[in-house]
């Protein structure tokens, strides 16, 4: 019986349980229909700004574990996490765009939001980075601002 040096068997058991494991593009294959793909990312993201919108705590199950926000240009953490949304309300879908790569997708959606204390529709552009899970797409970042009314 051969035997291996010690140090042989900690890296043939490194590789070992190296090899196990997923990295975190690679958690779940993606469909072999774009479209449809794409079609998912989009609707977790209006999904979220909607739910976001309202006030609506659902919006947090459409979030990895450490999403962040960038709202005008600050790191938010208290909701509303959207630009334009002053409180609860009604949120809007005016435009989307969608974009996959591999296991990450980018929405980027213009909305309207209206509720109490609006002097009228507030407005708002979003890039919504999304990482493709088991649980589907769920959103890792938001970055988030106003857009003047004449835009």
Do not use: K
Request: proline share 5%; hydrophobic share 45%; aromatic share 6%.
């Amino acid at each position: 019986m051969r035997r291996w040096p010690a140090g042989s068997a900690i890296l043939a058991l490194g590789l070992v349980a190296c090899a196990g494991r997923a990295g975190p593009d690679n958690t779940t294959p993606l469909a072999a229909d774009p479209a449809r793909e794409a079609a998912a990312a989009r609707d977790v993201a209006t999904a979220f700004i909607a739910a976001e919108a309202r006030g609506d705590t659902t919006a947090d199950s459409l979030l990895t574990s450490g999403a962040d926000f960038i709202s005008g240009g600050i790191e938010v953490s208290t909701r509303p996490r959207l630009a334009a949304v002053i409180g609860r309300g009604e949120g809007v879908i005016e435009t989307t765009r969608t974009q996959i790569s591999g296991a990450t997708a980018w929405v980027v959606a213009v909305y309207t939001w209206s509720g109490p204390g609006a002097q009228g529709a507030e407005r708002g552009r979003a890039t919504v980075i999304l990482a493709r899970s088991d649980r589907g797409w769920r959103i890792r970042h938001v970055h988030s601002s106003t857009v003047a009314p004449w835009q």
